[in-house]
Every structure is written in structure tokens, then in C-alpha cells.
């Protein structure tokens, strides 16, 4: 339905200036259609450069009317018409473009499923539409049967609008969906860098390397340096976090700092239990490390923990690109080597091991209740030197 209300719209746009000539149409009629103005004249269509140019004048001449002044909150009325008016540039209309049926359209499928409103700015929103659909109406020459009819069907509309934001459907697609936006940072989370940082956060990892790859070519990161001489005798206290488990699920492990990114992925995996048969790579200061080539991707081999991280140093782990078990890696402290330890070992955590996959036959069985630091030091034992 989104798609052929969208061509219906843009073929409307398209229409000679007389195409509506002789057919009895009436202001009323041109709002709820969107086709040419009253006057028969095209609407402008801004190019996809200047849509943003456009959107700040329309806000601007919003926030300048009667009906905005007397708003109670400005932010509010300038958030709104911003978002408003970017939809409709979006869909290559004009960015004061609206009748009722379109208004409609937007609030239900778009602003009900793709915003987080506060209480108090969803009490607010009414009366901000409403002046936003007169001056949409004035800004068009539409005259007093336009502004009639907006009176007429507003309520609805808002009524309709409410309903749909509290629906339980929407209340969990806008708790879960990755391209939610709150309303109050709607202006900073649609600007350009937020955007790319929205695209990177929610793209499979092959995407991520690509745009890794093209931002690299654009500014390359420099070569980790060489490791200092005093490194050869220190270990690492690193806490390993699986992100997004609830409760966390973690585990602080003691490794040489001059142990290769290739043996820490080892050491991780035995810690966590997972089976290594998966692609993995790190995403350090100095760029990525694995072995997927066409992700461009650094030799892990290559580079040592004292090359990459110093103490205080946060960089990332992601096992298997199909259920993106991502880890953070914190560096907590460097401590000599102790005589007689044998290295990685584990010194704590929290949480049992967690299951790869619940189908697998490896996982079938896993009942440990708690962390079991004794067993995953027997696992790691196969490691030391």
C-alpha cells in the first residue's frame, strides 16, 4: 500500500496544468488528492541536494505565522514542521505539500512507527499540527473551503494518530526496530554522520567492511607501532563483555601482552566455549583484523596486544557474521609477569558459559548454573606456555 500510494502521489504530481480542467474539482478536492495547486500551477519539486535548504525556509516561514507564535513550545512546533516537511521532500512533493488523507498517511505509517515521543510532547503535537495544517493550506493558496475542511477532519486524523502510537504492535516495533529516532533528536539523528552511523550500526557485516574499506581509502589509519622492549614481560588484565546479554555475561582473563590477535580470538573462544567455526574479526584504533580478505582485513598473525591497546583501551570482537556475538575488550591494567604462571588464564567473570546454538548437538546438555572459572582455566590450560 506504501508503494502505490507513493506512485499515485508522484504520477499526480506529474499531471499537465489542465489535466483537472472541466472535472469539477475544488479546493477541497486538490487538498485530499495532491495534485496541482488551486491555481493549476505545478508544485515545485526541490532536487535531493537543496532539500534541506528548502525544508529550514519552510520551517522558518512556519515558525513566522500567527498560529506558531502562539504555540506553547517552539522546539516542538520547529521539530515537527522540520520532519514534516523532509517526509514530504523525501517523496519529491513540496515540503508544505499536505492535505488531510496525506497528514494521515504520515502520522499512521511513518511518524506512529518510526518516532519515540515524550508524554508531554505527544499533549503538545495537536495543537502544533493543527497550525501546521493551516499554514500548510495558506502556504499552498488553497483559501477558506481548505481551512474548512481541516477543521472538519483534523480531529479524526488526530484521533486516528493517537490510537495508532499506543497500538501494542507499534509500541514494540518502536522498542525494536533499528531505525527508530526520538522526537526531540530528530534534527541531530538525521543529519549525515548519524545517518552513516545508523547504516554501519545495522548492516551485515560484509557492508561494514566495505564501508570500512571506502573510508580507509579516503583516510587510511596509520601502522600500529612496533611493541616497546619492556612488553616482553607483561601481561594483560583484559575484561571480555558479550554485548547485549542481559544479565552480562563476561570474563577478565590474564594474557601476554605480546600474544598475537590470532591467539587472543583463541583464548576468547575458550572462554566463552564457543566452537571456532566461524569467521571473527577484531576492530581495533589501527583498523580490522581476520582472516576475510575481501572485508580488507589485516593479517592477525601480523600484530601484538602491546601493538594495537595500552591500558584503558576498549576495541572489539565479532565471532560468527550471522549472529554477531559482539564483544568488547577492555584493557584494565598491565601487571608484570608473574614467575611460575603459566599464561592466559582466567580470574573471574560472571554467568555461565552461554549456548552457540540451541539445535546444536555440541550445546545440547549445557545446564551449568553458574560461572565455572576451574573449567574454563582447563580449557585454557591447552593454550598456556
Same mark, same amino acid.
Given at each position: 500500500?506504501?508503494?502505490?500510494?507513493?506512485?499515485?502521489?508522484?504520477?499526480?504530481?506529474?499531471?499537465?496544468?489542465?489535466?483537472?480542467?472541466?472535472?469539477?474539482?475544488?479546493?477541497?478536492?486538490?487538498?485530499?488528492?495532491?495534485?496541482?495547486?488551486?491555481?493549476?500551477?505545478?508544485?515545485?519539486?526541490?532536487?535531493?541536494?537543496?532539500?534541506?535548504?528548502?525544508?529550514?525556509?519552510?520551517?522558518?516561514?512556519?515558525?513566522?505565522?500567527?498560529?506558531?507564535?502562539?504555540?506553547?513550545?517552539?522546539? &516542538?512546533? @520547529?521539530? =515537527? #514542521?522540520?520532519?514534516? %516537511? +523532509?517526509?514530504?521532500?523525501?517523496?519529491?512533493? $513540496?515540503? *508544505?505539500?499536505?492535505?488531510?488523507?496525506?497528514?494521515?498517511?504520515?502520522?499512521?505509517?511513518?511518524?506512529?512507527?518510526?518516532?519515540?515521543?515524550?508524554?508531554?510532547?505527544?499533549?503538545?503535537?495537536?495543537? &502544533?499540527? @493543527?497550525? =501546521? #495544517?493551516?499554514?500548510? %493550506? +495558506?502556504?499552498?493558496?488553497?483559501?477558506?473551503? $481548505?481551512? *474548512?475542511?481541516?477543521?472538519?477532519?483534523?480531529?479524526?486524523?488526530?484521533?486516528?494518530?493517537?490510537?495508532?502510537?499506543?497500538?501494542?504492535?507499534?509500541?514494540?516495533?518502536?522498542?525494536?526496530?533499528?531505525? &527508530?529516532?526520538?522526537?526531540?533528536?530528530?534534527?541531530?539523528?538525521?543529519?549525515?554522520?548519524?545517518?552513516?552511523?545508523?547504516?554501519?550500526?545495522?548492516?551485515?557485516?560484509?557492508?561494514?567492511?566495505?564501508?570500512?574499506?571506502?573510508?580507509?581509502?579516503?583516510?587510511?589509519?596509520?601502522?600500529?607501532?612496533?611493541?616497546?622492549?619492556?612488553?616482553?614481560?607483561?601481561?594483560?588484565?583484559?575484561?571480555?563483555?558479550?554485548?547485549?546479554?542481559?544479565?552480562?555475561?563476561?570474563?577478565?582473563?590474564?594474557?601476554?601482552?605480546?600474544?598475537?590477535?590470532?591467539?587472543?580470538?583463541?583464548?576468547?573462544?575458550?572462554?566463552?566455549?564457543?566452537?571456532?567455526?566461524?569467521?571473527?574479526?577484531?576492530?581495533?584504533?589501527?583498523?580490522?583484523?581476520?582472516?576475510?580478505?575481501?572485508?580488507?582485513?589485516?593479517?592477525?598473525?601480523?600484530?601484538?596486544?602491546?601493538?594495537?591497546?595500552?591500558?584503558?583501551?576498549?576495541?572489539?570482537?565479532?565471532?560468527?557474521?550471522?549472529?554477531?556475538?559482539?564483544?568488547?575488550?577492555?584493557?584494565?591494567?598491565?601487571?608484570?609477569?608473574?614467575?611460575?604462571?603459566?599464561?592466559?588464564?582466567?580470574?573471574?567473570?560472571?554467568?555461565?558459559?552461554?549456548?552457540?546454538?540451541?539445535?546444536?548437538?555440541?550445546?545440547?546438555?549445557?545446564?551449568?548454573?553458574?560461572?565455572?572459572?576451574?573449567?574454563?582455566?582447563?580449557?585454557?590450560?591447552?593454550?598456556?606456555?
Amino acid at each position: 500500500p506504501a508503494g502505490t500510494w507513493a506512485l499515485l502521489r508522484a504520477r499526480l504530481d506529474l499531471l499537465p496544468d489542465d489535466a483537472l480542467a472541466g472535472t469539477g474539482a475544488s479546493d477541497a478536492d486538490m487538498i485530499v488528492i495532491g495534485g496541482s495547486d488551486v491555481n493549476g500551477s505545478d508544485l515545485d519539486l526541490v532536487d535531493d541536494g537543496a532539500d534541506r535548504a528548502e525544508a529550514g525556509r519552510v520551517v522558518t516561514r512556519f515558525l513566522a505565522t500567527d498560529r506558531a507564535k502562539a504555540l506553547p513550545d517552539r522546539d &516542538v512546533a @520547529r521539530i =515537527w #514542521a522540520r520532519m514534516a %516537511a +523532509d517526509w514530504a521532500l523525501d517523496l519529491g512533493r $513540496a515540503a *508544505q505539500h499536505y492535505g488531510p488523507l496525506s497528514l494521515g498517511y504520515f502520522l499512521i505509517t511513518e511518524v506512529s512507527q518510526h518516532i519515540t515521543i515524550g508524554d508531554d510532547d505527544l499533549a503538545l503535537l495537536p495543537a &502544533v499540527i @493543527r497550525a =501546521w #495544517a493551516h499554514f500548510t %493550506a +495558506d502556504a499552498r493558496g488553497l483559501g477558506a473551503i $481548505a481551512h *474548512q475542511q481541516w477543521d472538519e477532519q483534523l480531529a479524526d486524523v488526530l484521533d486516528q494518530f493517537t490510537s495508532a502510537y499506543k497500538e501494542p504492535g507499534a509500541v514494540e516495533h518502536r522498542a525494536t526496530c533499528a531505525d &527508530v529516532i526520538a522526537f526531540r533528536l530528530y534534527e541531530t539523528e538525521t543529519s549525515s554522520e548519524a545517518l552513516f552511523d545508523r547504516l554501519y550500526a545495522s548492516a551485515p557485516a560484509l557492508i561494514r567492511g566495505q564501508l570500512d574499506a571506502a573510508r580507509l581509502a579516503l583516510d587510511p589509519l596509520p601502522p600500529p607501532p612496533p611493541p616497546a622492549a619492556a612488553a616482553a614481560g607483561t601481561v594483560y588484565r583484559v575484561k571480555v563483555l558479550l554485548r547485549g546479554s542481559k544479565p552480562p555475561i563476561w570474563r577478565r582473563l590474564e594474557i601476554s601482552s605480546m600474544s598475537t590477535l590470532t591467539d587472543l580470538h583463541k583464548v576468547i573462544q575458550a572462554a566463552f566455549d564457543w566452537n571456532g567455526d566461524h569467521l571473527w574479526v577484531f576492530t581495533t584504533d589501527y583498523g580490522q583484523f581476520g582472516y576475510s580478505s575481501d572485508l580488507g582485513d589485516q593479517d592477525p598473525d601480523s600484530v601484538t596486544l602491546a601493538q594495537i591497546a595500552t591500558e584503558g583501551t576498549t576495541f572489539r570482537y565479532l565471532f560468527d557474521f550471522g549472529d554477531n556475538l559482539d564483544h568488547n575488550v577492555i584493557v584494565e591494567r598491565t601487571l608484570l609477569a608473574a614467575a611460575g604462571t603459566a599464561y592466559p588464564r582466567c580470574v573471574g567473570g560472571r554467568q555461565p558459559d552461554p549456548a552457540l546454538y540451541y539445535f546444536d548437538d555440541d550445546d545440547e546438555g549445557r545446564t551449568d548454573a553458574v560461572f565455572d572459572k576451574e573449567l574454563i582455566n582447563a580449557r585454557l590450560a591447552r593454550l598456556q606456555t
